[in-house]
Protein backbone atom coordinates (compact mmCIF):
# COMPACT_ATOMS: atom_id res chain seq x y z
CA UNK A 1 0.00 0.00 0.00
CA UNK A 2 0.99 3.36 -0.31
CA UNK A 3 3.46 5.65 2.37
CA UNK A 4 0.46 7.19 3.63
CA UNK A 5 -1.50 3.98 4.20
CA UNK A 6 1.06 2.30 6.15
CA UNK A 7 2.06 5.23 8.36
CA UNK A 8 -1.37 5.97 9.67
CA UNK A 9 -1.92 2.17 10.01
CA UNK A 10 1.63 1.95 11.92
CA UNK A 11 0.19 4.85 14.10
CA UNK A 12 -3.05 3.74 15.03
CA UNK A 13 -1.73 -0.12 15.58
CA UNK A 14 1.07 1.28 17.94
CA UNK A 15 -1.27 4.30 19.85
CA UNK A 16 -3.76 1.42 20.10
CA UNK A 17 -0.96 -0.70 22.25
CA UNK A 18 0.74 1.99 23.78
CA UNK A 19 -1.36 5.31 23.90
CA UNK A 20 -1.48 4.77 27.73
CA UNK A 21 1.96 5.09 28.51
CA UNK A 22 3.46 6.95 25.63
CA UNK A 23 0.56 9.48 24.57
CA UNK A 24 0.93 10.98 21.46
CA UNK A 25 4.52 10.25 20.99
CA UNK A 26 2.76 6.52 20.23
CA UNK A 27 1.12 7.91 17.16
CA UNK A 28 4.78 9.05 16.04
CA UNK A 29 6.28 5.99 17.00
CA UNK A 30 4.34 3.83 14.44
CA UNK A 31 3.85 5.91 12.15
CA UNK A 32 7.69 5.59 11.63
CA UNK A 33 7.66 2.15 12.66
CA UNK A 34 5.17 1.53 9.82
CA UNK A 35 7.39 2.48 7.01
CA UNK A 36 10.42 0.58 7.93
CA UNK A 37 9.79 -2.64 5.64
CA UNK A 38 9.47 -0.42 3.05
CA UNK A 39 12.79 1.22 3.31
CA UNK A 40 14.24 -1.46 0.81
CA UNK A 41 13.34 0.50 -1.91
CA UNK A 42 16.27 2.40 -1.58
CA UNK A 43 18.40 -0.73 -2.31
CA UNK A 44 19.71 -1.55 -5.49
CA UNK A 45 20.00 -4.89 -7.08
CA UNK A 46 21.67 -4.68 -10.44
CA UNK A 47 18.81 -4.05 -12.66
CA UNK A 48 15.28 -3.47 -13.15
CA UNK A 49 13.58 -6.67 -12.71
CA UNK A 50 15.87 -7.34 -9.91
CA UNK A 51 14.85 -4.22 -8.28
CA UNK A 52 11.51 -5.11 -8.79
CA UNK A 53 11.00 -8.40 -7.89
CA UNK A 54 13.59 -7.78 -4.77
CA UNK A 55 11.29 -5.53 -3.71
CA UNK A 56 9.27 -6.59 -0.61
CA UNK A 57 11.73 -9.56 0.14
CA UNK A 58 12.94 -10.01 3.46
CA UNK A 59 12.39 -6.66 4.57
CA UNK A 60 8.42 -7.96 4.17
CA UNK A 61 9.71 -11.47 5.55
CA UNK A 62 7.42 -12.69 8.60
CA UNK A 63 10.37 -14.75 10.14
CA UNK A 64 13.11 -11.59 9.61
CA UNK A 65 10.62 -8.57 10.79
CA UNK A 66 9.91 -11.38 13.58
CA UNK A 67 13.10 -11.55 15.31
CA UNK A 68 13.50 -7.48 14.09
CA UNK A 69 10.79 -6.98 16.86
CA UNK A 70 12.72 -9.33 19.63
CA UNK A 71 15.67 -7.30 19.21
CA UNK A 72 14.29 -4.08 19.26
CA UNK A 73 12.17 -4.15 21.66
CA UNK A 74 15.02 -5.58 23.64
CA UNK A 75 17.34 -2.99 22.75
CA UNK A 76 14.51 -0.47 23.88
CA UNK A 77 13.95 -2.38 27.47
CA UNK A 78 17.66 -1.95 27.64
CA UNK A 79 18.42 1.39 27.13
CA UNK A 80 14.88 3.29 27.88
CA UNK A 81 13.23 0.60 30.86
CA UNK A 82 9.68 2.01 31.60
CA UNK A 83 8.02 0.63 34.54
CA UNK A 84 4.90 0.93 33.48
CA UNK A 85 4.62 -1.55 30.81
CA UNK A 86 6.32 -4.59 30.00
CA UNK A 87 8.50 -6.15 27.47
CA UNK A 88 6.04 -8.20 26.07
CA UNK A 89 3.61 -5.42 25.47
CA UNK A 90 6.48 -3.30 24.25
CA UNK A 91 7.50 -6.33 21.72
CA UNK A 92 3.84 -6.99 21.16
CA UNK A 93 3.42 -3.62 19.76
CA UNK A 94 6.23 -3.47 17.49
CA UNK A 95 5.64 -7.04 16.26
CA UNK A 96 1.86 -5.97 15.17
CA UNK A 97 2.84 -3.18 13.31
CA UNK A 98 5.45 -4.24 11.21
CA UNK A 99 3.33 -7.35 10.56
CA UNK A 100 0.06 -5.63 9.88
CA UNK A 101 2.39 -4.18 6.96
CA UNK A 102 3.19 -6.70 5.25
CA UNK A 103 -0.19 -8.38 5.55
CA UNK A 104 -1.52 -5.55 4.11
CA UNK A 105 0.84 -5.25 1.37
CA UNK A 106 0.06 -9.14 0.45
CA UNK A 107 -4.01 -7.82 0.09
CA UNK A 108 -2.63 -5.84 -3.02
CA UNK A 109 -1.82 -6.60 -6.65
CA UNK A 110 2.17 -6.37 -6.35
CA UNK A 111 3.53 -9.58 -4.60
CA UNK A 112 4.89 -9.83 -0.67
CA UNK A 113 7.69 -12.43 0.21
CA UNK A 114 6.54 -13.06 3.32
CA UNK A 115 7.72 -16.16 3.54
CA UNK A 116 11.04 -14.85 2.60
CA UNK A 117 13.93 -17.11 2.19
CA UNK A 118 11.80 -20.02 1.48
CA UNK A 119 10.82 -19.18 -2.62
CA UNK A 120 7.03 -19.52 -2.45
CA UNK A 121 5.15 -17.42 -5.82
CA UNK A 122 4.66 -14.03 -3.58
CA UNK A 123 1.60 -13.48 -1.86
CA UNK A 124 -0.86 -11.19 -3.89
CA UNK A 125 -4.59 -11.66 -2.83
CA UNK A 126 -5.27 -8.54 -5.45
CA UNK A 127 -8.26 -7.80 -3.80
CA UNK A 128 -7.47 -3.80 -2.82
CA UNK A 129 -5.72 -1.24 -5.10
CA UNK A 130 -2.67 0.11 -3.98
CA UNK A 131 -4.21 3.16 -2.84
CA UNK A 132 -7.81 3.50 -1.55
CA UNK A 133 -9.76 6.36 0.42
CA UNK A 134 -12.17 3.91 2.11
CA UNK A 135 -9.38 1.92 3.57
CA UNK A 136 -7.26 4.81 4.78
CA UNK A 137 -9.32 7.76 6.08
CA UNK A 138 -10.43 5.79 9.02
CA UNK A 139 -7.11 5.84 10.12
CA UNK A 140 -6.34 8.60 9.53
CA UNK A 141 -9.23 10.48 10.98
CA UNK A 142 -8.25 8.53 14.20
CA UNK A 143 -4.89 9.20 14.00
CA UNK A 144 -6.02 13.01 13.86
CA UNK A 145 -8.39 12.71 16.83
CA UNK A 146 -5.24 10.97 19.18
CA UNK A 147 -3.12 14.31 17.83
CA UNK A 148 -5.36 16.29 18.77
CA UNK A 149 -7.34 14.96 22.40
CA UNK A 150 -4.00 12.70 23.29
CA UNK A 151 -4.76 8.71 23.53
CA UNK A 152 -6.82 9.11 26.77
CA UNK A 153 -10.68 7.18 26.55
CA UNK A 154 -11.41 9.32 23.48
CA UNK A 155 -8.71 8.52 21.73
CA UNK A 156 -8.24 5.17 22.38
CA UNK A 157 -11.44 4.55 21.36
CA UNK A 158 -10.85 6.43 17.88
CA UNK A 159 -8.06 4.09 17.16
CA UNK A 160 -10.05 0.84 17.87
CA UNK A 161 -12.69 2.21 16.01
CA UNK A 162 -10.64 3.07 13.07
CA UNK A 163 -8.94 -0.26 13.44
CA UNK A 164 -12.53 -2.49 13.08
CA UNK A 165 -13.53 -0.43 10.30
CA UNK A 166 -10.81 -0.61 8.18
CA UNK A 167 -10.49 -4.13 8.58
CA UNK A 168 -13.71 -4.92 8.12
CA UNK A 169 -13.41 -3.00 4.46
CA UNK A 170 -10.51 -5.20 4.17
CA UNK A 171 -12.77 -8.26 4.60
CA UNK A 172 -15.00 -7.20 2.18
CA UNK A 173 -12.88 -7.04 -0.74
CA UNK A 174 -12.52 -10.73 -1.04
CA UNK A 175 -16.13 -11.17 -1.19
CA UNK A 176 -15.74 -8.22 -4.37
CA UNK A 177 -12.76 -10.19 -5.42
CA UNK A 178 -15.69 -13.53 -5.43
CA UNK A 179 -18.29 -12.09 -7.10
CA UNK A 180 -15.78 -10.56 -10.01
CA UNK A 181 -14.08 -14.27 -10.15
CA UNK A 182 -17.98 -15.59 -10.51
CA UNK A 183 -18.49 -13.39 -13.25
CA UNK A 184 -15.40 -14.12 -15.15
CA UNK A 185 -16.18 -17.94 -15.22
CA UNK A 186 -19.88 -17.26 -16.21
CA UNK A 187 -18.35 -15.19 -19.57
CA UNK A 188 -15.98 -17.84 -20.22
CA UNK A 189 -18.26 -21.22 -20.24
CA UNK A 190 -20.84 -18.67 -21.94
CA UNK A 191 -17.77 -17.76 -24.97
CA UNK A 192 -16.60 -21.62 -24.51
CA UNK A 193 -12.85 -20.36 -23.38
CA UNK A 194 -10.74 -23.03 -21.68
CA UNK A 195 -8.69 -20.36 -19.41
CA UNK A 196 -5.45 -21.74 -18.29
CA UNK A 197 -5.23 -18.80 -15.90
CA UNK A 198 -7.48 -16.12 -14.62
CA UNK A 199 -6.98 -13.34 -12.31
CA UNK A 200 -8.72 -10.59 -10.90
CA UNK A 201 -8.28 -6.86 -9.47
CA UNK A 202 -9.81 -3.71 -8.43
CA UNK A 203 -9.65 -0.86 -10.64
CA UNK A 204 -7.81 2.19 -9.32
CA UNK A 205 -9.72 3.54 -5.77
CA UNK A 206 -12.46 1.08 -5.62
CA UNK A 207 -13.72 -2.11 -5.41
CA UNK A 208 -16.14 -1.55 -6.75
CA UNK A 209 -15.30 -1.89 -10.47
CA UNK A 210 -13.04 -4.99 -11.16
CA UNK A 211 -10.72 -5.75 -13.88
CA UNK A 212 -10.99 -9.47 -15.21
CA UNK A 213 -8.09 -11.18 -16.88
CA UNK A 214 -8.33 -14.95 -18.77
CA UNK A 215 -4.92 -16.58 -20.30
CA UNK A 216 -5.33 -18.89 -22.83
CA UNK A 217 -2.54 -19.79 -24.96
CA UNK A 218 -1.25 -17.19 -27.07
CA UNK A 219 -4.05 -14.84 -26.33
CA UNK A 220 -5.40 -13.33 -23.14
CA UNK A 221 -9.11 -11.89 -22.53
CA UNK A 222 -9.77 -8.76 -20.99
CA UNK A 223 -12.87 -7.01 -18.90
CA UNK A 224 -14.42 -5.31 -16.14
CA UNK A 225 -16.80 -6.34 -13.95
CA UNK A 226 -19.35 -4.01 -11.57
CA UNK A 227 -21.20 -5.07 -8.77
CA UNK A 228 -24.31 -3.68 -10.21
CA UNK A 229 -23.62 -5.96 -13.23
CA UNK A 230 -26.71 -8.19 -14.12
CA UNK A 231 -24.83 -10.21 -16.69
CA UNK A 232 -21.22 -11.77 -17.28
CA UNK A 233 -18.80 -9.09 -18.85
CA UNK A 234 -18.04 -8.69 -22.47
CA UNK A 235 -14.11 -10.29 -22.41
CA UNK A 236 -11.96 -8.77 -25.40
CA UNK A 237 -9.38 -10.77 -26.72
CA UNK A 238 -5.70 -9.65 -26.95
CA UNK A 239 -2.34 -10.93 -28.40
CA UNK A 240 -0.03 -12.98 -25.69
CA UNK A 241 2.90 -13.60 -27.76
CA UNK A 242 3.54 -16.67 -25.28
CA UNK A 243 5.00 -19.18 -27.88
CA UNK A 244 7.18 -17.47 -29.84
CA UNK A 245 8.99 -15.11 -26.96
CA UNK A 246 9.34 -17.88 -24.67
CA UNK A 247 11.72 -19.60 -27.11
CA UNK A 248 13.47 -16.69 -27.83
CA UNK A 249 14.12 -16.14 -23.79
CA UNK A 250 14.70 -19.66 -22.83
CA UNK A 251 17.61 -18.94 -21.33
CA UNK A 252 16.87 -15.64 -19.32
CA UNK A 253 16.77 -16.09 -15.76
CA UNK A 254 15.18 -12.68 -16.07
CA UNK A 255 12.29 -13.90 -17.79
CA UNK A 256 12.13 -17.10 -15.37
CA UNK A 257 12.13 -14.61 -12.53
CA UNK A 258 9.39 -12.43 -14.09
CA UNK A 259 7.79 -15.99 -14.59
CA UNK A 260 7.66 -16.95 -10.67
CA UNK A 261 7.04 -13.45 -9.38
CA UNK A 262 4.03 -12.64 -11.52
CA UNK A 263 3.00 -16.04 -11.68
CA UNK A 264 3.00 -16.43 -15.47
CA UNK A 265 1.00 -13.64 -15.93
CA UNK A 266 3.17 -11.42 -18.38
CA UNK A 267 2.51 -10.94 -22.40
CA UNK A 268 5.46 -10.73 -25.07
CA UNK A 269 6.14 -8.12 -27.48
CA UNK A 270 8.35 -7.77 -30.03
CA UNK A 271 9.22 -4.47 -30.47
CA UNK A 272 11.44 -2.41 -32.56
CA UNK A 273 13.93 -5.88 -32.30
CA UNK A 274 13.31 -6.13 -28.98
CA UNK A 275 11.21 -9.15 -26.90
CA UNK A 276 9.47 -6.87 -24.33
CA UNK A 277 7.77 -8.64 -21.84
CA UNK A 278 4.95 -7.28 -19.54
CA UNK A 279 3.23 -7.51 -15.94
CA UNK A 280 -0.01 -8.00 -16.69
CA UNK A 281 -1.32 -7.84 -13.23
CA UNK A 282 -0.35 -4.32 -12.72
CA UNK A 283 -1.93 -0.57 -14.32
CA UNK A 284 -4.88 -0.87 -16.93
CA UNK A 285 -5.13 -1.90 -20.23
CA UNK A 286 -2.68 0.16 -22.59
CA UNK A 287 -0.71 1.40 -19.50
CA UNK A 288 0.99 -1.01 -17.12
CA UNK A 289 4.19 0.19 -15.71
CA UNK A 290 6.50 -3.10 -15.41
CA UNK A 291 7.37 -3.28 -18.79
CA UNK A 292 10.67 -4.84 -19.34
CA UNK A 293 13.26 -5.52 -22.80
CA UNK A 294 14.75 -9.01 -22.02
CA UNK A 295 16.37 -9.93 -25.58
CA UNK A 296 17.11 -8.24 -29.21
CA UNK A 297 16.70 -10.34 -31.85
CA UNK A 298 14.73 -13.01 -33.58
CA UNK A 299 15.00 -16.57 -34.52
CA UNK A 300 18.83 -17.51 -34.35
CA UNK A 301 19.93 -14.12 -33.47
CA UNK A 302 18.64 -13.66 -30.36
CA UNK A 303 20.67 -11.95 -27.81
CA UNK A 304 20.30 -11.84 -24.16
CA UNK A 305 19.91 -8.13 -21.78
CA UNK A 306 22.22 -8.79 -19.35
CA UNK A 307 21.06 -5.89 -17.24
CA UNK A 308 17.71 -4.70 -18.18
CA UNK A 309 15.88 -1.06 -17.78
CA UNK A 310 12.50 -0.53 -17.78
CA UNK A 311 10.39 0.17 -21.12
CA UNK A 312 9.65 3.68 -21.01
CA UNK A 313 5.81 4.51 -20.43
CA UNK A 314 3.76 6.95 -21.75
CA UNK A 315 2.56 9.19 -18.08
CA UNK A 316 -0.23 8.11 -16.39
CA UNK A 317 -3.24 9.22 -17.76
CA UNK A 318 -6.07 9.55 -15.34
CA UNK A 319 -8.51 10.94 -17.11
CA UNK A 320 -10.85 8.00 -17.45
CA UNK A 321 -11.46 7.70 -14.11
CA UNK A 322 -15.01 9.56 -14.60
CA UNK A 323 -15.53 6.84 -17.18
CA UNK A 324 -14.74 4.07 -14.71
CA UNK A 325 -16.88 5.26 -11.97
CA UNK A 326 -20.07 5.51 -14.67
CA UNK A 327 -19.17 2.20 -15.68
CA UNK A 328 -18.91 0.94 -12.23
CA UNK A 329 -22.45 2.25 -11.11
CA UNK A 330 -23.94 1.96 -14.58
CA UNK A 331 -24.03 -1.79 -16.61
CA UNK A 332 -25.18 0.34 -19.62
CA UNK A 333 -22.71 3.02 -20.06
CA UNK A 334 -20.48 1.88 -22.98
CA UNK A 335 -17.14 1.67 -21.52
CA UNK A 336 -14.44 -0.44 -23.88
CA UNK A 337 -10.99 -1.91 -22.53
CA UNK A 338 -10.50 0.99 -25.76
CA UNK A 339 -12.19 3.65 -23.64
CA UNK A 340 -9.72 3.35 -20.62
CA UNK A 341 -6.79 3.73 -22.73
CA UNK A 342 -4.80 3.41 -25.54
CA UNK A 343 -6.01 -0.15 -26.93
CA UNK A 344 -3.55 -3.32 -27.29
CA UNK A 345 -5.01 -4.19 -30.55
CA UNK A 346 -3.48 -1.35 -31.98
CA UNK A 347 0.73 -1.35 -32.83
CA UNK A 348 2.46 -1.83 -29.06
CA UNK A 349 4.74 0.81 -30.46
CA UNK A 350 1.81 3.02 -30.56
CA UNK A 351 2.07 3.39 -26.64
Do not use: C
Not at 147 to 155: D, E, K, M
Not at 174 to 185: P, T, V
Not at 322 to 344: C, F, M, T, V
Amino acid sequence: MDSVTQAVLGASVYGAVMGRWQGRKALLYGAMLGTVPDLDVVLDYGDAVANMTYHRGFSHSLFVLSGFSVLLAWMIRRWRPHPGYSGMRLWLAIWLVLVTHVLLDAFTTYGTQLFWPLTPSPAAISSIFIIDPLYTLPLLLAVIVGAIWGLRRTGMRWQYAALALSTLYLGSTLIGKQMAEQQLDAALQRDGIQAEITFSAPTPFNTVLWRVVAFAGDDYYEGVVSWLDGSPPELERLPRNASAAREALADSAAHERLRWFARDKLRYDLIDGNWVVTDLRLGMTGYHPFRFPLARGEGDEVELISEPEQWPNPPADFSQLASLKRRALDQGYPLSLAELARPLSKPVTAY
